[in-house]
């Protein structure tokens, strides 16, 4: 009777193992299984000085290292903050920051020869030219208060500033010598060449609405194309050769755009098919590629970052996705090798293609991406000695000679550097 009861205790406990292990299975597993639906932004500690994965895709590619790859660590360069060991040249770990400007800028590029950066500074209304010393010299006595779109000609010290009010004027910083141009005319940007200048005519009345280009002081105009109500789908972008002079978009589908590449004579060159919405391009040095970003359901509708063939009978051809969410005006092509140097969110929310102003604090890490191979890596974490809270990174460029990598922050609008070489 005894070992009856014993075997029954055994079997009733054996009974709620099982049930409870069939709840476990079928209900419960699910909820507690981590998923793989991350951020593809998001930096893994374990791979902060190694190569990132391949994201070329297409077969039969040679793959081959990422240019400068060099040496992980130097240890005679770090400072140690807090605890955390920073280097001053940017080698795939926690990287020095410094301070270039204390105000809020805009417009910031390298100067015409020479390694400076010339800048407007929005809270005095003046431009300045800063020397690899950190000196700023002021480039005009003149102050133009509220200055809301800058162009910058490529070959010389002149600039075309557009205002609040419409108002738009070409200023020559060496002569001191300004020329106004009409109000109607938006998007201006100057030529490779600087010969000439292109822009958008928003007349009032929509069948006037034009593409035109002509000399910088506004005369000899000449009509390119109707742009009617498609003003906002018409992006001024001169190619390096100056044979196009801007790019339009055009819905394809719900998922997907084509852009057109406009040419100054009518040219009849090919498109680009995009798989998602929000095109925005920006071409390389020579005018080969181009890379753009775009977004769609499958991405969240965050922006993903594109390269693809721009020039002559290749236009459309190998399109490759990098793999990165981004903005290309957070890219910088390198004039001396296939590098692009990109600041990449490290986590993006839904959206944030649809609205960019969303990521106005999320932190960037800085990575390098090899435009031949498909390989990405990052080069540095940005660690700033002055300022402890979230940072956002507006838009980065090189330095003439490559050495510094130079980015706008969101928040305070200055202009910080970081040490490549």
């Known amino acids: 009777m005894q070992g009856k009861k014993i075997l029954i205790i055994i079997a009733f406990i054996v009974v709620i193992i099982g049930f409870g292990a069939l709840i476990y299975f079928v209900f419960i597993r699910d909820l507690v299984t981590p998923t793989n639906d991350t951020n593809v932004n998001e930096v893994s500690n374990e791979n902060v000085n190694g190569t990132l994965p391949v994201i070329n895709t297409v077969t039969n590619t040679d793959v081959t290292p990422p240019v400068n790859e060099g040496p992980i660590i130097n240890t005679t360069t770090f400072r140690n903050v807090n605890g955390v060991n920073v280097d001053t040249v940017a080698r795939g770990g926690p990287t020095e920051v410094s301070s270039v400007t204390t105000t809020r800028v805009q417009a910031a590029e390298p100067v015409v020869s020479g390694d400076g950066v010339r800048y407007y500074d929005k809270n005095i209304g003046k431009f300045f030219e800063l020397s690899p010393g950190g000196d700023a010299q002021e480039m005009s006595e003149e102050v133009f208060p509220e200055v809301e779109d800058i162009s910058w000609s490529p070959v010389d010290n002149q600039a075309i500033l557009s205002f609040p009010d419409n108002s738009n004027i070409l ?27 292109g822009f958008k005519n928003l007349s009032s009345e929509e069948r006037a609405r034009w593409l035109a280009i002509s000399n910088p002081d506004g005369s000899e105009v000449q009509l390119i194309e109707p742009i009617g109500d498609k ?35 009518g040219e009849n060159f090919k498109s680009v098919v995009t ?18 970003t775009v977004y769609s359901a499958d991405t969240r509708y965050n922006p993903v970052l594109h390269i693809v063939d721009a020039a002559g009978d290749q236009i459309g051809s190998n399109n490759l996705n990098l793999g990165v969410q981004t903005w290309v005006a957070r890219c910088a092509f390198s004039n001396s090798s296939p590098n692009l140097y990109c600041a ?8 944030s293609g649809l ?16 435009t031949n191979s498909g390989q990405k890596r990052i080069i540095a ?31 305070s609008g200055r202009i910080y550097s970081i040490q490549l070489k």
């Open 344 to 351: 990449v969110p490290d986590y993006l929310p839904t959206g």
């Open 275 to 292: 798989q998602g919405r929000g095109f925005e391009g920006k071409w390389s040095p020579s005018g080969e590629q181009m890379i753009y």
């Open 231 to 265: 003003t906002n789908d018409v992006a001024v972008e001169w190619s390096p050769n100056g044979q196009v002079v801007a790019l339009y978009r055009e819905n394809v589908s719900g998922t997907s755009q084509e852009a057109y590449f406009v040419g100054i004579h």
């Open 355 to 370: 609205y960019p102003e969303s990521i106005d604090n999320t932190n960037d890490s800085i990575y390098l991406l090899d």
């Open 381 to 411: 974490l940005p660690t700033f000695f002055d300022r402890s809270q979230d940072y956002s990174i507006a838009s980065v460029f090189l330095s003439n000679d490559e050495n510094e990598l130079y980015f706008i922050e969101n928040n």
């Open 171 to 197: 200023f020559n910083f060496d002569t001191q010598e300004q020329v106004t141009l009409p109000k109607e005319w938006d998007d201006i940007d100057f030529s490779p060449t600087g010969s000439k200048i």
